[in-house]
């Protein structure tokens, strides 16, 4: 299947500073990819879709000036989260799907875990 | 919106025996219907897919059923092994359109050697 990486894998930042997070679609050009945050012993939360070359489109309830989506290329996309606090603390997950094939399969990233101290 | 709401939270099952998790779906227009399996701070990935043309279908001792009409899919895990141990998830997606998958809460399944 198509394969999706993720960088960095786990990160530890203090409190106000911003992380950026980078999602990349290794076979195959992604022009939408996905973000998902999830929580310990939970299921996966989508925060926004992430399309190629336009605005992402946020789910309700997540902060777009907090949670920066950039997607400059058919192969990344990256997500900032900006002064984060420890209530940011969480495993963010990308995904992308292959437009070139014909199956519906989202492929997801390794994920972040990100601490925020 | 699609809701999908998956039953067990958690199962525990003896090694050898068989497990089955269900979904239901609210979405007449979904028609793919995958299961992830996650294990911990791993990512999801896709054990088995089901298209809503398609009743049943077996991958070795994987294998999901669907029923359109009471839009229901189940995934049925036989001779069940210590490494089957992890969490699963249920997805309905509506092709054609945004393809984003709209996941169930997850099944958390422990088999005990």
């Known amino acids: 299947g198509a394969v999706v990486s993720q960088h960095p894998s786990r990160v530890i930042c203090k409190s106000g500073t911003s992380v950026k997070i980078e999602c990349r679609s290794l076979d195959f050009q992604a022009t939408t990819m996905f973000w998902y945050r999830q929580f310990p012993k939970q299921s996966l939360m989508l925060m926004a879709t992430?399309?190629?070359?336009?605005?992402?489109?946020?789910e309700q309830g997540v902060e777009k000036d907090k949670f920066l989506i950039n997607h400059a290329s058919l192969t990344l996309s990256t997500l900032t989260v900006t002064s984060a606090h420890p209530e940011d603390s969480s495993f963010y997950i990308c995904?992308?799907?292959?437009?070139?094939?014909?199956?519906?399969?989202?492929?997801f990233g390794p994920g972040t875990r990100l601490t925020v101290l | 919106g699609e809701n999908v709401e998956q039953h067990p939270s958690t199962l525990s099952v003896q090694e050898g025996d068989s497990a089955v998790i269900k979904c239901t779906y609210s979405d007449s227009a979904s028609n793919y219907f995958p299961w992830y399996k996650q294990e911990l701070g791993k990512r999801p990935q896709l054990i088995i897919d089901i298209r809503s043309n398609v009743g049943e279908k077996k991958d070795q001792r994987i294998a999901v059923t669907l029923n359109k009409t009471a839009k229901h899919f189940s995934l049925h895990i036989t001779e069940t092994q210590p490494e089957d141990s992890a969490v699963y998830f249920c997805?309905?997606?509506?092709?054609?359109?945004?393809?984003?998958?709209?996941f169930g809460r997850g099944t958390s399944l422990i088999v005990h050697p």
């Open positions: 997805a309905a997606t509506a092709s054609g359109g945004s393809y984003i998958p709209t």
């Open positions: 995904s992308a799907r292959d437009p070139s094939s014909f199956a519906d399969t989202q492929y």
């Open positions: 992430s399309n190629e070359g336009s605005k992402a489109t946020y």
